[in-house]
């Protein structure tokens, strides 16, 4: 991992801009029925005022996650060609032979086998590799490893 702000893609960084249009959008409705809303009548009345005022807490510090990672990848520049980290594509071959090139990336919100989140054990070992090092790495089947072949754009 860098000490610094880590790049994103721009797919990713697109994501993250459309998934806070949505979250500003969820929050206000959400918030705009708590203004509207009358006094409580019943209990079960303030449980549902409760829950809303506790939705829009959350929708906000989703926001805040959003708007801060928008920012920080606004600093970070470009994925580095020498250094493995979120927005680099590497190439790696595994301990049974077989060779993948990945993405590695922070969102996972669709079925991508080209991907490999920096949360996930291979992303986490990946983190901060250069080409020819090996990782070593948790599976469901036991540890493993991974050699890096390449990385950057060509990988």
């Known amino acids: 991992m860098t000490d610094?702000?880590?790049?994103i893609s721009a797919d990713a960084l697109h994501a993250l801009r459309q998934e806070l249009t949505e979250l500003r959008a969820d929050r206000d409705r959400v918030a705009a029925t708590l203004?509207?809303?009358?006094?409580s009548g019943d209990r079960a009345d303030e449980?549902?005022?409760?829950?809303?005022?506790?939705d829009v807490t959350r929708l906000d510090r989703r926001i805040a996650?959003?708007?801060r990672?928008?920012?920080?990848?606004?600093i970070a520049g470009p994925p580095s060609t020498d250094v493995i980290g979120v927005?680099?594509?590497?190439?790696?071959?595994f301990a049974d032979g077989t060779e993948a090139t990945f993405h590695v990336g922070e969102l996972a919100e669709e079925l991508d086998e080209s991907l490999v989140t920096s949360h996930s054990?291979?992303?986490?070992?990946?983190?901060?590799r250069r080409a020819g090092d090996t990782v070593t790495y948790e599976?469901?089947?036991?540890?493993?490893?991974a050699e890096v072949l390449a990385l950057g754009r060509n990988a």
Do not use: N, Y
């Open 35 to 39: 203004r509207s809303a009358e006094p």
């Open 121 to 128: 054990p291979l992303g986490r070992a990946l983190l901060g």
């Open 69 to 74: 990672r928008i920012s920080e990848a606004a």
């Open 47 to 54: 449980a549902d005022q409760l829950q809303r005022a506790s």
């Open 65 to 67: 996650e959003v708007e």
């Open 139 to 145: 599976t469901p089947d036991g540890t493993t490893t």
């Open 87 to 93: 927005g680099s594509t590497v190439t790696v071959r």
């Open 4 to 7: 610094g702000p880590e790049p």
